[in-house]
């Protein structure tokens, strides 16, 4: 059960391939929701980046992405959380393999309630207690903390598209901390 | 949030163009682990089809199958119950959309321990309790039901490949059946 | 492995020795929140009593109450469903022994959010589908369900206690059917 | 909700109030799997105590304790872990309140596998990762780990009594790591 990741190298897919795919396919993707814990474990912060959606606003979104062909699930959630958060952040990857929800974005907004434009994907979601120091790197324009009240408050709420903000009640629920 | 599945009459590949796909993503899978239950919830028998595997063997494996594009995960949970254990079969979908491990498929039989000659597949695995009658249509040879320690048993382990004896171990220690 | 009950029979305990034991351990109780589901174990509509709640209101509940003195937590679950909701409910108890989530209940209501005058307890909380007919029996003045979307409005929160609406969105976030 | 607990500061019972009411209620309590990750969330290495079970052996067994009056399962999980691992073990205690598992202790060892012959207790079972350096305190007389296979092997399981054995198996396959 080795876990290098030299056999996803050659997964890249160029646009075009990746387009002909999407329309074949689900895609498998992953969503992580980072979060600041205190030493009981407690969820105080949500970590929420304002990037460009794949609707194309500027939103407020969790980290997000596809896994490759040949690579672990837990190989693409720290790749994904090391490119949006940088690579101070110290994610402590779930032991359990289990995500807290699956999400299905399906490119007709009304199908589950869950949207991307772009493709039909298959997201398993987990909480993700960041640790280190966070710099929003690649694409992102910002991260900024939210606590659970915040993080479910309206204001907060209308700058998130594609049901993101439902994904975040999700995850606050699963934490037992949905205000 | 419909969940007519008319939006999946599409996606049906031609074996080529599936050929095609599989080897540049990851596919998204389901599993399904059926089960007869007692009327308090404890899991009495395990349910097992013999049929060919993904190696070229007969073995005995659980019910397992493909997410088509714009197909809901819980659709087609029920489509390959029905598919591989009849229309009587009468499963009950768990309410909870997450899975109980996610089971990750290479072609390379070292990389995680479950093995797909034909691709790799991201499997979403669910214990799913069938109250009716089972008739093995598609495919299956035979299914045949087990005790929790019968199914842990050798015997019924080296009927097994691709690490669905694993699976079985993994299913039955969530449910608190392992031996 | 025995699932008899008949262990538990000197479990009663008389009101006096109960008020002493509350004053000095944490209770264990379940509580279990009855769902319709349609064939894809979609979540439909939610089962809330009408009864008079531990502080004294006449509120919207779940099912809830004591695991007793050599009681199986599975023995309970079906002992309250059966008392609340009748013998012809037909509960489906999960499979999995672990609940969605550990509800704790206070004298003090600002400790945990969840809130009981009369004992500290640590409940397992669990979505129980029923299929069968419900008639409200001991102690309850009324069933009613309702949709998910219902379920969560102002007007039936406002008709919980104790922290029972809040149990509701984290129930209905785990099946994915928050609104 | 506040998490100080001052409250249980009068929850200690004399032993013969213990006695009295371990003989009327299952007592809450909190099991936990200390385990090592690597920083994909892989458990590497369970942790196991060699200390003086509940039925008077000499065992390998996992951190385990009582819930108090007024105390949060949260903080009974950091008072055990630091009452056996020592102050510098840094456990991170999950952020999910569910437990992998309920483990049911009962004095009849064939009731559920599960035996403790002092009482009934409902247990709610974490996998907690420890990061720091662990010094088994109070009346442990050694801490060892071990890896997924040792852990499961039939000479470490020959250490182990009263069940504990079998919730390993059950912690490693929760994170997907039974062999």
Redesign the interface.
């Known amino acids: 059960?080795?876990?290098q990741t030299t056999?996803t190298d050659t997964?890249w897919?160029s646009p075009e391939?990746l387009e002909q795919?999407r329309?074949?396919?689900?895609?498998?993707y992953v969503d992580a929701v980072p979060?600041r814990?205190d030493?009981?474990?407690?969820?105080t912060k949500v970590g929420l980046l304002l990037r460009q959606a794949a609707d194309g606003t500027i939103s407020r979104m969790v980290v997000t992405g596809?896994?490759?062909?040949?690579?672990?699930?837990?190989?693409a959630?720290?790749r994904h959380c090391e490119k949006d958060l940088g690579p101070l952040a110290l994610p402590?990857?779930?032991?359990?393999?289990?995500?807290?929800?699956?999400v299905?974005y399906?490119p007709?907004p009304?199908?589950?309630?869950f949207h991307d434009p772009r493709h039909?994907a298959?997201s398993?979601a987990y909480?993700v207690?960041v640790d280190g120091e966070c710099t929003p790197t690649q694409q992102a324009l910002d991260l900024a903390w939210f606590t659970p009240e915040e993080a479910v408050s309206p204001a907060v709420r209308d700058q998130m598209t594609g049901g993101h903000d439902?994904l975040i009640?999700?995850a606050l629920?699963?934490?037992?901390q949905?205000p």
Chains 1, 2, 3, 4 share one sequence.
């Open positions: 059960m080795s876990d056999a997964s897919l391939a795919v329309a074949q396919v689900p895609l498998v979060v814990v030493p009981l474990g407690n969820v596809r896994v490759l062909f040949g690579e672990r699930v837990r190989d959630l720290v402590r990857i779930p032991v359990d393999p289990s995500p807290f929800t699956v299905e399906f007709d009304d199908r589950s309630g039909h298959v398993l909480v207690p439902r009640r999700l629920a699963h934490v037992g949905l």
